[in-house]
């Protein structure tokens, strides 16, 4: 039986079509759904509806399942619904009707709710230290690098001198700003849904201020009507910030596979990284850029994917929400994923230090020369005009030296401002607030 079943059990074929995919996404969601309810009825204790023996045989039944939950033990038995319901047939089955006891005050729609929440802003911490190690990769090679020239592009045409400390920096900056498009998302999801019930609260005395101290949330969601509607919404705002990391991503291997390749030759790839071809024995393919570039684009597809699901839905609960977990749970381990490739390639790329010895290249110099003019007096269109005619005459001629000192140029790369914005966004995350609280409720 269900938990909602009265005395007509549902079709088969109907239970497996509403029950789609819901219970292998719900195993994610499990070690949460455990911490929100040890949460839950410390508060039910707090207002009467648990003695407070009840309380402690509850909490230490809730431990043993958590572990069983970290250990990976944790399945959702053939017939059961949900994580919700297994967790509660569990305590059932071990401590009889107390086990019951535990849903007071509660529906399944906030019990979800607030998995999600806490599943969601565990995985931004995840995010969190990966980009930050990917950006501290990128600052190291742009330090390293940062006096090895290469060409710059407007419409891949050869425009003015770049240099590698450029590119690396470029992409930490890239990132930093996607921290702070993440600190938005999370700070929507730090929010406190519990006690929403179905979405129009309880006739119970909850202390709603009291469960979201417990879980470490900065706040609540005040109405309950709104903690309803903020499912799909917090997670489309939470894919938005992740799309902005996946085009980061994407535009950086995008980059690596033309720099890589033998007309460019900017780039070595570490063979590792590389395939290789069934029919022609030179080829090293840059695959996993190119699959990085792939996961990334459809990544940015999930805030419509989620749009187009929860989109004109009134207020209330709708069982279109369900949907939406199929898609946004496993993203976060495919841009982890890719982050944790992009991370190693950037570490280990090997530079070709003699880019712009190649004939090819020395227009590239042809601004440089004009500022050149205008610095010794020359008014800038007679300087323009001057290097232009040179050009044209095949007669034009540059050191090859650059003197870029201005804020983020190429000889003023600001990357120690780039690392301290990092910094000053990741602080604000404030995640040992959240470990405390999760490490108070579990203590014995």
């Known amino acids: 039986m269900k938990l909602w079943e009265k005395n007509v059990q549902v079709d088969k074929s109907v239970e497996a079509f509403t029950v789609g995919r819901d219970r292998e996404m719900?195993?994610?969601?499990?070690?949460?759904?455990?911490?929100?309810?040890?949460?839950?009825?410390?508060?039910?204790?707090?207002?009467?509806?648990?003695?407070?023996?009840?309380?402690?045989?509850?909490?230490?039944?809730?431990?043993?399942?958590?572990?069983?939950?970290?250990?990976?033990?944790?399945?959702?038995?053939?017939?059961?619904?949900?994580?919700?319901?297994?967790?509660?047939?569990?305590?059932?089955?071990?401590?009889?009707?107390?086990?019951?006891?535990?849903?007071?005050?509660?529906?399944?729609?906030?019990?979800?709710?607030?998995?999600?929440?806490?599943?969601?802003?565990?995985?931004?911490?995840?995010?969190?230290?990966?980009?930050?190690?990917?950006?501290?990769?990128?600052?190291?090679?742009?330090?390293?690098?940062?006096?090895?020239?290469?060409?710059?592009?407007?419409?891949?045409?050869?425009?003015?001198?770049?240099?590698?400390?450029?590119?690396?920096?470029?992409?930490?900056?890239?990132?930093?700003?996607?921290?702070?498009?993440?600190?938005?998302?999370?700070?929507?999801?730090?929010?406190?849904?519990?006690?929403?019930?179905?979405?129009?609260?309880?006739?119970?005395?909850?202390?709603?201020?009291?469960?979201?101290?417990?879980?470490?949330?900065?706040?609540?969601?005040?109405?309950?009507?709104?903690?309803?509607?903020?499912?799909?919404?917090?997670?489309?705002?939470?894919?938005?910030?992740?799309?902005?990391?996946?085009?980061?991503?994407?535009?950086?291997?995008?980059?690596?596979?033309?720099?890589?390749?033998?007309?460019?030759?900017?780039?070595?790839?570490?063979?590792?990284?590389?395939?290789?071809?069934s029919i022609m024995p030179h080829k090293k393919n840059p695959d996993v850029f190119e699959l990085t570039r792939a996961k990334c684009n459809k990544l940015q597809a999930l805030p419509t994917e989620i749009t187009l699901i929860a989109n004109n839905l009134p207020s209330g609960y709708f069982r279109d929400l369900q949907i939406i977990k199929e898609i946004f749970i496993p993203a976060f381990e495919e841009l982890e994923d890719c982050l944790s490739m992009v991370t190693r390639m950037m570490n280990e790329v090997i530079i070709n230090e003699n880019i712009l010895d190649d004939d090819r290249y020395q227009y590239v110099f042809s601004v440089e020369e004009v500022n050149k003019l205008v610095l010794e007096g020359m008014p800038f269109r007679d300087a323009y005009k001057k290097v232009g005619l040179e050009i044209e005459s095949g007669k034009f001629k540059h050191s090859g030296a650059v003197n870029h000192t201005h804020e983020g140029s190429i000889g003023n790369l600001c990357n120690d401002r780039i690392e301290l914005l990092k910094q000053q966004i990741i602080d604000q995350f404030d995640f040992k607030t959240i470990e405390q609280a999760e490490q108070k409720l579990l203590a014995v």
Not at 87 to 106: A, Q
Not at 111 to 136: G, M, P, W, Y
């Open 26 to 277: 719900d195993i994610y969601l499990a070690k949460h759904d455990v911490l929100g309810s040890m949460a839950h009825i410390t508060m039910l204790e707090s207002i009467g509806l648990l003695t407070g023996e009840e309380l402690k045989i509850l909490l230490a039944e809730l431990r043993n399942i958590y572990q069983v939950v970290e250990d990976g033990r944790f399945v959702i038995e053939d017939g059961i619904e949900d994580v919700h319901s297994q967790v509660e047939l569990m305590l059932t089955r071990k401590l009889g009707d107390i086990g019951k006891k535990i849903h007071s005050g509660r529906s399944r729609n906030d019990q979800v709710l607030l998995d999600l929440k806490l599943f969601t802003r565990e995985q931004i911490e995840h995010l969190v230290n990966r980009i930050s190690a990917l950006i501290d990769v990128l600052i190291a090679q742009s330090e390293k690098h940062k006096n090895i020239l290469i060409p710059g592009y407007t419409h891949l045409q050869v425009a003015m001198p770049s240099s590698f400390g450029l590119w690396f920096g470029a992409y930490a900056e890239s990132l930093v700003d996607d921290l702070q498009l993440l600190l938005a998302a999370f700070k929507i999801c730090n929010r406190n849904p519990l006690g929403s019930a179905a979405g129009y609260g309880s006739s119970f005395p909850l202390n709603r201020q009291m469960t979201t101290d417990l879980l470490g949330f900065d706040t609540m969601n005040y109405n309950v009507v709104y903690a309803q509607m903020g499912r799909g919404k917090m997670e489309r705002t939470v894919s938005f910030a992740m799309a902005g990391v996946a085009a980061t991503l994407s535009k950086l291997a995008f980059d690596a596979c033309l720099f890589n390749s033998q007309n460019f030759g900017f780039i070595k790839l570490s063979d590792e990284y590389t395939t290789g071809s």
